[in-house]
């Protein structure tokens, strides 16, 4: 007998048989494998006792039984493999009854609902509901069940923490013997940041749609809007226009600068724009984009400003500075449903080494202080170290894009600032926006002289400009000062100008996209092969990003971005013509 046991099983059985022997136990039971006849193994189950013992107490007689157990024991290996699998499978597996009642839950349901075992078992799935689907979604859902079909879904559930999060989810219903329906199983899996990552990516599908649609305006709109300031800027010039005409003009020119920044916050919010920094007075920005922020936030807002007497310079594009505070005010309206008061300040800061130890981003030197405060619900201490991450949102689904504050950190480093938050639940937030201050004496260089005091001149000027008012204007502009001025409206007409004028020509003024084979890059490379020494300024609606990586862009030098103004136009035009042939040659 014990020669037919496998050798992994038999001294288990053979200590069973001899404890019972022994008189250790009055019967023993044991499950061994044992080969049979040909040569197979077959799960055995061995009950014996004693039946007899002599006067002595020693066994001389044992009888038992073999059951064979071999498919309940598979059995057995089998609904313990899938008990296993249940409860290691990432998918979330919920098992009610007939009626609803959970009975049964494996452990990643407790991890993706944040309820124990303990508490779900015995409760109705209705305690994840969230209220992002209404009563007819699961009505459908329990008709089909009822009917004892496999439903299949999707869930906006709530977490034991009030957290939202989404599951696909399968039910299935089980039956019993007579076909009755004892059992539902639910398999349901997390995809949360699915979806997420999904919204984020159609998110970027419609910024670049919007970019493409936002670049392809801004290039005949801002040519409309440089004829307007430059004319503007002309008629300022006018020896009989009386000072109140003189301001009228000038009101013109900020409108149409107002404009251009409006078109450059749509490049800059769709990715489509660089940069373009100069030298600001932070106070003034701010009061000409106030009208608009007040239009932005509705009646319900009022915008009180507490600006510093102290002039306040700062290296900066007006169009990211403008974006800075649309963002930080859309942010502070939407923390205060009902309406309030929001409140926009700027001042001096100056930092020590001490004061900017106590800040991870701050430095020592003088910097100027833009802070935007709101009387809105604040921000809880555990979402606050995430609210400037790309996507992220609180809100509701629909009412944010998770961009706002992101795109504000980002526009802040770009410029070397740092931003401090100072948020308390139920007692409003205040944002402040520390940025690099200028000197007093430093505001000269970008703030343009009256076109009177510019000096002309008497050089030749190749001007090629599709836009014909545009380019009707500068010629009126240059002229005005003096020079000579040859039009083009293509790249192609420019090089047939060129070869009839190039003894003459000094400087290239040319939009970087033009109409024809040749655009304004191309036409410069070709120009400076047959004279080096010529001096050349682009142009352009749109941002240099469009000229490539490689090409250098220097406001103010050789890169005018339009609209621009009058005297801005002039002193370029001066500077590159006085400026040595050597300082051009890594151009």
Known sequence: WAGLIHPDDRERALKANRDCIQGRCERFE????????????????????????????????????????????????????????????????????????????????????????????????????????????????????????????????????????????????????????????????????????????????????????????????????????????????????????????????????????????????????????????????????????????????????????????????????????LNLAVNARDAMPAGGQIRIETSAAEFDEIMASQTVEARPGSFVCLSVTDGGCGIPPEILPRIFEPFFTTKEVGKGTGLGLATVFGIVHQHKGWINVDSKVGAGTTFRIYLPRLSET?????????????????????????????????????SHLGYCVLEAASGDEAEGVWQQHHDQIRLLLTDLVMPGQINGLQLAHRLLQQDPKLKVIYVSGYSTEIAGEDFLQKAGVNFLAKPFQLQKLAQTIRDNLDKPAKEMENR
């Open 30 to 325: 044991v499950r061994f494998r044992m080969k049979t006849k040909d040569g197979s193994w077959r799960w055995i189950l061995g009950r014996g006792k004693c039946i007899a013992r002599d006067e002595l107490g020693q066994a001389f007689r044992l009888v038992g039984t073999h059951v064979d157990i071999t498919e309940g024991k598979q059995t057995e290996e089998t609904n313990a493999q899938l008990a296993l699998a249940v409860e290691q499978a990432a998918e979330t597996i919920v098992i009610t009854d007939a009626d609803g009642i959970i009975l049964y839950v494996n452990p990643a349901f407790e991890k993706t609902s944040g309820y124990s075992r303990a508490e779900a078992l015995g409760q109705n799935p209705r305690i994840f509901k969230s209220g992002k689907q209404d009563a007819e979604f699961y009505h459908r859902m329990w008709s089909v069940l009822k009917f004892g079909e496999v439903w299949s879904g999707h869930f906006i559930n709530q977490r034991k923490n009030g957290q939202f999060y989404e599951e696909e989810a399968t039910i299935s219903p089980v039956r019993d013997a007579h076909g009755t329906i004892v059992n539902y199983v639910a398999v349901k899996r997390d995809v949360t940041r699915e979806v997420q990552l999904e919204s984020q990516f159609r998110q970027s599908q419609k910024m670049e749609a919007f970019g493409q649609l936002a670049g392809g305006v801004a290039h005949d709109f801002n040519n409309i809007l440089a004829v307007i300031q430059m004319q503007a800027g002309l008629l300022k010039l006018e020896p009989k226009l009386t000072l109140e005409q003189i301001d009228f003009a000038g009101e013109i020119e900020k409108s149409a600068q107002r404009g251009a920044n409006l078109t450059r916050q749509l490049l800059l919010f769709s990715r489509k724009q660089t940069m373009q920094l100069q030298n600001l007075k932070l106070n003034e920005t701010l009061e000409n984009i106030a009208k608009m922020l007040q239009r932005t936030l509705g009646e319900q807002f009022r915008l009180h400003f507490k600006l510093s007497e102290e002039p306040l310079v700062i290296h900066a594009d007006a169009g990211m500075i403008d974006q800075i505070l």
């Open 442 to 478: 430093s505001d000269t260089k970008f703030f343009w002289p009256s076109l009177a005091s510019i000096r002309g001149g008497d050089e030749t000027i190749l001007v090629a400009e599709d836009d014909a008012a545009l380019r009707a204007t500068v010629r009126t502009t240059l």
